[in-house]
C-alpha cells in the first residue's frame, strides 16, 4: 500500500463508547444585546433551510424578528415583526406547516380594567420563509377577560384544517378556512404544555400523557421531564429519527444553574432521566429563564435559541443561538462533558482525556482507557489547528501522525493518533502504532516470520498499544486490483491471525466492483473468528490521475459492507495524497464525496458503538437470496439495528422478515423514512449502490 436521535438505549460498555467520541456544541452566535424583560424566542426552520426567530428585546416591545440562510451562522438585523409596532407584546411560538407556510403566534395584551390587564392570541402567516406576513388573526379570548389566553409552543397540524392550539386556558382545534374552535378530543385542557407528535404517529403532551389513538384516551407517562410546572419556559420536540427531547433546568433560583435535554427514545414511553444532556452551563447562576427552543437544521444538527441576561459575561446580557450535534442525544454522549472544564461550558473544549491503556478484547474491540471504542480514521492528513478542527466537525476520532506534538495536538482537538513513528517520546494521545504497511509486498520470505519480527519491533517502539498493519487484498498495485489477482489464504487469512490489528485497504474503483469489500472483509472476519480488530481502510484516491474517484454512493456502500462484516471501526485513504495533483488535498479535488463523509460518520457514531456490544439477531432474516444484497441484523438487549447494502447498479426490493414482529415503525438511523412492519414483514427499497440502516 503506498503510504497510507434513533439509537436505541445500550448497555453501559456501550454507553461508555460515546464517551470517547469528540462531541461538542459550537460557539454561540450573538442574535442581540442589552435585552431584558420577557424576552422569550422562539424558533422554526422553513422546508427551505431558512431558520426565523423573534423575541423581545424589551418587556412588552420592541418584538423582533431575525432571519438566518446559512444554518444559523449569521442573521439578518433584527428588526420589530410589523403586526407588533405599536401593541404591547407577550412573546409566542413559530411553526412550520405542511404546506411549508410559517406560522407565528403572539400573545397580545389588552386592558380589562383599569390597572388590569388580559392577553389573547393573534396569529400570522408567512409564504416566503418569514420574509413579508399575512394580516393577523384573533383567536377569541377567554369568556372571562381576567383569564390569560396564552401560547408559547408551536402548534401541532393535526390536518391542513385542524390546528391544535395548546393555550393556557385552553387546547382546543382550531380551523384555518372557518376560523371555528372546538375543544381537542376529550375536550380536557392540558395547560400550556408543548404537544407533539412521534413518527410512529403518537400523541405526547408535555403534561406528562401519551396518547396512541389521536388523542381520545391518555396514558400518563411517569416517571416524565417536569415540563408542565413551568410551561412557558420548557420544550418538547419529536426528532426526525423517532426520538423526543425535553427541556430541564437544574438549580435554584429565577434561572437556575444548567438546562439540559432529557431524550426518550421509545416513542415516549420512558424518559431517560437518569442520563441528562448538558445544553447550557455558563458556570454560575443563568441570567433569566433561558427559555430554550430547537429545531433540527438537518439529520446531524440541532438548532437553539436562547437567553442569558446576566451582563457580566462577555458582551453583556443577550440572545443566543448554537447548534449541537444530534449524536450528544445519544446514550451516554454527554458524560464526556461532565466536568466544569467540558466542552459544554466551554465549546473550544474538546479534549479528549489521556490514553493510560489501550487494547483489544476478546470480542475484536478497540479498548481505551477501559472502554470500547470504535475508531473512524483520517490517513495521511495534516494535523495544523484547521486541519484538525475540520476532521473533527467532520466526525472523525482519529488521525494518523508521524510525530509527538502532532498526536497530541489532535487529541486537543478531538482525535486520538495512530502512530507511523518508532519515535514517538509520549504515548498520551496515541492508540495504535502502525507496523509496516502491505507486508505481503515488502515482507521477504519467510512471510509470517518477517511479519512477527516487523510487529515486535514496532511494540518497542510503541508499548502497551495495539499494533495494526495496513495489509492488501489484491496481489499487486494495481496490476493486481485491475487482474483481480487475490491473495491465498497463506497471504491474507494466516496475515489476519499473525497480527494485533488488520486493516484491509480496500481501493475497488475503478476496475473491481464494490462488493469486493464485502467479499475482502467477510474473509478477514471469518479468519479472525470475531476475536481481532479488523479496521478497513476505505478509498478516498485515484489509482491513476485518470482514474475515477468513488462516489458518494459507493463509498457509503463501502461503509456499510464493511459493518455488515464484522468492522470494528472505519479509515480513509488519503486526504493528501491526489494522484497528478502535488499539494492538493481529496476535500479540494472532491468536495462533493468530501462533504458527504460528515453524514456518513454521524450515522457511525451511532452505529459504531452499538455493535460494539450487539451480537447477531437471528430474529430478522432476508427473504429474497441471490439479489445481491448483503444484510445484517444486530440486538443488545431489547434493541434492535438491521444494516443492508446493495452494491449494485440496480435499484433492489427487499423484504425483511421478523420471527417476532416489531410493534412499532422501524425507525431510521441517519436520514430516511420510517416502515412499518405488517404481518410479519417488512418490504423495503434501497438504490443502486444504497444503504440502509434501521432500528426499533
Known amino acids: 500500500m503506498n503510504t497510507i436521535a434513533l439509537l436505541p438505549r445500550l448497555i453501559l460498555a456501550v454507553l461508555a463508547a460515546f464517551l470517547l467520541t469528540p462531541l461538542a456544541l459550537a460557539e454561540d452566535a450573538r442574535l442581540e444585546t442589552t435585552v431584558s424583560g420577557h424576552i422569550h424566542p422562539a424558533l422554526c426552520i422553513s422546508k427551505k433551510g431558512t431558520l426565523v426567530a423573534v423575541f ?85 379570548k377567554n369568556t372571562d377577560p381576567k383569564v390569560h389566553s396564552v401560547i408559547r409552543h408551536p402548534i401541532l397540524e393535526l390536518s391542513p384544517k385542524a390546528w391544535l392550539f395548546p393555550l393556557a386556558d385552553r387546547t382546543i382545534v382550531y380551523n384555518p378556512d372557518t376560523g371555528e374552535e372546538t375543544p381537542f378530543e376529550d375536550g380536557s385542557n392540558h395547560g400550556l404544555v408543548p404537544f407533539v407528535r412521534t413518527t410512529a404517529g403518537t400523541l405526547v403532551s408535555g403534561k406528562g400523557k401519551r396518547s396512541t389513538d ?86 446531524q444538527t440541532l438548532g437553539t435559541i436562547f437567553y442569558d441576561i446576566e451582563e457580566k459575561q462577555p458582551g453583556g446580557s443577550g440572545v443566543f443561538f448554537r447548534t449541537m450535534p444530534l449524536a450528544m442525544l445519544a446514550p451516554g454522549a454527554s458524560a464526556a462533558a461532565a466536568n466544569p472544564q467540558s466542552a459544554i461550558r466551554n465549546p473550544q473544549s474538546v479534549a479528549l482525556p489521556p490514553i493510560q491503556s489501550a487494547a483489544s478484547d476478546e470480542r475484536g474491540r478497540i479498548v481505551v482507557n477501559g472502554k470500547p471504542f470504535f475508531p473512524i480514521l483520517i490517513y495521511d492528513a495534516p494535523a495544523d489547528p484547521d486541519s484538525l478542527k475540520k476532521f473533527r466537525d467532520h466526525g472523525f476520532n482519529m488521525i494518523t501522525v508521524t510525530k509527538t506534538e502532532d498526536a497530541d495536538a489532535a487529541r486537543q482537538a478531538g482525535l486520538y493518533a495512530a502512530s507511523h513513528s518508532k519515535k514517538m517520546t509520549s504515548l498520551d494521545s496515541v492508540l495504535l502504532g502502525i507496523g509496516m504497511d502491505s507486508p505481503v509486498i515488502n515482507l521477504k520470505p519467510p512471510l509470517l516470520e518477517n511479519l512477527k519480527a516487523d510487529l515486535e519491533k514496532t511494540r518497542v517502539a510503541t508499548p502497551n498499544r495495539p499494533i495494526m498493519h495496513a495489509i492488501g487484498y489484491w496481489l499487486d498495485e494495481p496490476k493486481g486490483v485491475i487482474a483481480n489477482t487475490l491473495p491465498p489464504p497463506e497471504k491474507y487469512e494466516s496475515v489476519v491471525q499473525a497480527i494485533d490489528v488488520s486493516a484491509p485497504y480496500l481501493y475497488p474503483v475503478p476496475y473491481q466492483p464494490i462488493r469486493t469489500v464485502g467479499e475482502a472483509m467477510a474473509r478477514a472476519s471469518a479468519a479472525s473468528g470475531g476475536k481481532k480488530p479488523l479496521l478497513p481502510v476505505l478509498q478516498i484516491f485515484a489509482w491513476t490521475a485518470t482514474d475515477r474517484y468513488p462516489t458518494a454512493a459507493e463509498l457509503k ?31 479540494q479535488e472532491q468536495p462533493e464525496v468530501w462533504n458527504s463523509l460528515k453524514s456518513v460518520n454521524a450515522e457511525l457514531q451511532q452505529i459504531g458503538p452499538f455493535l460494539l456490544d450487539a451480537t447477531p439477531d437471528q430474529s430478522v432474516t432476508l427473504k429474497e437470496q441471490g439479489t445481491g444484497v448483503e444484510f445484517r441484523a444486530f440486538s443488545s438487549g431489547n434493541n434492535h439495528v438491521i444494516l443492508a447494502a446493495n452494491p449494485s447498479e440496480t435499484p433492489r426490493e427487499i423484504t425483511l422478515a421478523f420471527t417476532s414482529a416489531p410493534d412499532k415503525a422501524l425507525q431510521p438511523i441517519g436520514s430516511g423514512a420510517g416502515v412499518a412492519p405488517q404481518n410479519g414483514t417488512a418490504r423495503v427499497k434501497i438504490e443502486a449502490n444504497g444503504t440502509l440502516a434501521l432500528q426499533y
Open 557 to 587: 456502500c463501502m461503509v456499510y459492507l464493511s459493518l455488515i462484516h464484522g468492522a470494528r471501526g472505519i479509515g480513509y485513504y488519503s486526504y493528501n495524497h491526489v494522484t497528478g495533483k502535488k499539494g492538493v488535498t481529496f476535500a
Open 56 to 140: 423581545c428585546k424589551k418587556e412588552y416591545k420592541p418584538y423582533l424578528i431575525t432571519r438566518s440562510t446559512d444554518a444559523g451562522k449569521t442573521w439578518s438585523t433584527p428588526t420589530p415583526f410589523p403586526h407588533t409596532v405599536s401593541t404591547d407584546v407577550y412573546p409566542g411560538s413559530l411553526t412550520t406547516l405542511s404546506d411549508g407556510r410559517l406560522l407565528h403566534a403572539w400573545n397580545v395584551w389588552f386592558a380589562v380594567a383599569e390597572g388590569v390587564k388580559s392577553r389573547f392570541v393573534a396569529f400570522s402567516l408567512s409564504n416566503d420563509d418569514g420574509l413579508t406576513w399575512s394580516e393577523p388573526k384573533a383567536l377569541a
Open 214 to 299: 389521536g388523542g381520545k384516551t391518555w396514558q400518563d407517562i411517569k416517571p416524565f421531564p417536569d415540563v408542565f410546572t413551568q410551561g412557558w419556559r420548557h420544550q418538547m420536540i419529536a426528532l426526525k429519527n423517532g426520538w423526543l427531547m425535553a427541556s430541564q433546568v437544574v438549580g435554584p433560583g429565577v434561572g437556575g444553574d444548567v438546562f439540559n435535554y432529557i431524550v426518550s427514545r421509545d416513542d415516549g414511553q420512558t424518559w431517560d432521566l437518569e442520563h441528562p444532556v448538558e445544553f447550557y452551563n455558563p458556570g454560575r447562576p443563568i441570567g433569566g429563564r433561558a427559555c430554550p427552543r430547537s429545531v433540527e437544521i438537518d439529520a
